[in-house]
């Protein structure tokens, strides 16, 4: 067989899929992937606590206020715990929390911005409605009343649960945003000639609202989403802070940071190390919502194409 | 135009009843309304509290209820011993008429108490409000006029952390920087104060209250700021690239003049837009900056209400904040509508 030595082949590329499109621009963004870098070590550090020989809630009367040293890296509590542990477990509540109230805000959110934007009508009126007012409340004021009120209320569920209990309350207030999203994207698409075509096989509302229109937001919905996570930690580890979010003993970062308050003076290393591991989740939440948010721009993966 | 107003109050009075109406239900899902502490006192028979229950008006179905927080009940009729004679009649005006109900917890009226403390607030918060607009919007638009520059670079850099700071943790490091550890090369005492509006007990002095107001106001600023210069850069950039800046540039303009007369004019818009959305944060944002600095505001008079759980203090300013949130997103709407002519006709 002949050879072709001045020919260059060139070797077949993987298929070029979405996800792999936008993995790629993801990865352009320095800040997105430092980001990525530093939330994934939390994560692990967090999902480590256990390895720690120190128990995060047991008091050890006899080590209270120890300055940061080789045996404990973040110092010791006015209770003689641990300040490492603590924040680690904390950070376990404080993603969790986060975690949870993305997923009340997408399963209250998308449904009814879904509804609003593609059945239009009185239904559309009547949810906007909804949605506007429950945005021209002072969130946290009204946060704080609703975990009082919470608080209150005799159900065993919420009584020994405060991450429920707390995740509750930041998500009645966060799912308008999402609603309008979603809202946003129906009131776009619902006009398109392939929702028509499907209409004219046939299909449900259900399917078409799920199958045809839906997939158009995931883009919207994933970075909203993503930035939300942060949004609630912020916003936990403020109630935490103020005595309306976690309950002590349990540790959160906001309230490791409310009892650090009265001990500012003397034991300052109390305040400074919640504190901190709050600002690295959050900024790097935001690097990697930001890098996500170019990475699934439309617009831009149709200018890649072309590439 | 006048039509386009009208038309946004109408639309935004059933939007104030629907607040209210949720906050009411709230309330009232609580336990421990005012008649709670007289159910454990052993001084009250069962037929006392029934009597006062009557008083109160809380034996009555929740939506009578509803329309006598809103309008008063001093036009209906109470019967205090279940008899069927009247007794007297209600002593509420409503809130309609500016009556909020009593604390709970000292028996003042509601409304007083907020405007007592109010001053303080918008006193805090506005000085906040204003420093954030100083630092912010030059900035914003020297990062957009010079983009990628070393400036644009570390502002935003500066503005992503800015953004992801806890409020009440750089509250705290600045108290613990400026109160605890750096002492007044003159005095020897500390600095800044830690917390209070003034020196008690002291004479009124400018310096005394600007030094107490640095700290609180810093505390709040920086977030603001971020999140500020970071729109205004993006709203900047958007209208710079836009075909007629480059028409202007194109016919010759200075670049002074395409910034200043066609640029910045329209960058403007959805900058007061966002002044008026963000305005209300100078009534209901000062809760946690209150309570690390003892500022004695709103904010303040809150967290101990809801401490307490003294449910007609809570509703009252709750009512203020929104009325104050709706009222604001009527005036950006009808600014920006004014502003941008396209907006009117939808």
Known sequence: ?307 | MGQYIVRRLLQAIPMLLLVSIILFALINIAPGGPLAQFSRSRRLSGERVEALKRQFGLDKPLPVQYIVWLAGNDWMAIDTDGNGITDSYGTRKGVLRGDFGFSFQNREPVLEQIMDRLPNTIYLMGITLIVVAIVAIPIGIISAVKQYSAFDITVTTLSFMGQAMPEFWLGLILILVFYVTLDNPVTGKALLPGGGMFTIGAEFSLVDRINHLILPVSMGVVGWVAWWSRFLRSSMLEVINQDYIRTARAKGQSERKVLYRHALKNALIPLITMIMIDFPYVFTGAIVVERIFSWPGMGRLYYNSATSRDYPMLMGVLILGSVVIILSNLMADIIYAYLDPRVRYD
């Open chain 1, 1 to 307: 067989m002949p050879k072709k030595t001045d020919e260059k082949i060139s070797p077949m590329k993987p298929p070029d899929t979405m996800a792999s499109q936008v993995w790629r621009r993801f990865r352009r963004h320095p800040g997105a992937m430092v980001g990525a870098v530093i939330l994934t070590i939390l994560i692990i550090s967090v999902l480590l606590a256990g390895l720690s020989p120190y128990d995060p809630e047991i008091s050890d009367i006899k080590n209270r206020f120890q300055s940061p040293s080789w045996t404990h890296l973040f110092g010791t509590d006015g209770l003689g715990r641990d300040v490492l542990v603590r924040v680690l477990y904390g950070g376990r509540v404080s993603l969790t929390v986060g975690f949870m109230v993305v997923g009340i805000t997408l399963s209250i959110g998308v449904p009814i911005g879904a509804m609003a934007g593609y059945f239009g009508g009185w239904i559309d009126s009547v949810l906007s409605k909804v949605i506007d007012a429950t945005l021209s409340l002072p969130a946290l004021m009204f946060m704080i009343l609703l975990a009082a009120i919470l608080r209150e209320i005799d159900l065993p569920i919420l009584k020994t649960n405060s991450t429920l209990t707390i995740a509750l309350v930041l998500g009645v207030l966060s799912w308008p945003t999402v609603a309008r999203l979603v809202r946003a994207v129906f009131l776009t698409f619902r006009e398109m000639e392939y929702v028509q075509a499907a209409k004219a096989l046939g299909a449900s509302n259900l399917r078409i609202i799920i199958s045809e229109i839906l997939p158009n937001g995931f883009g919207p919905i994933i970075v909203e989403s993503t930035l939300g996570i942060g949004y609630a930690i912020m916003e936990e580890s403020t109630l935490s802070f103020l005595g309306f979010g976690i309950m002590p003993p349990t540790p959160s970062w906001g309230n490791l940071l409310d009892n650090a308050q009265e001990h500012l003076s003397q034991y300052p290393w109390l305040a400074i190390f919640p504190g901190l591991m709050i600002f690295l989740a959050i900024i790097s939440i935001n690097f990697i919502g930001d890098g996500l948010r170019d990475a699934l721009d439309p617009y831009k993966i149709l200018a890649q194409i072309d590439e």
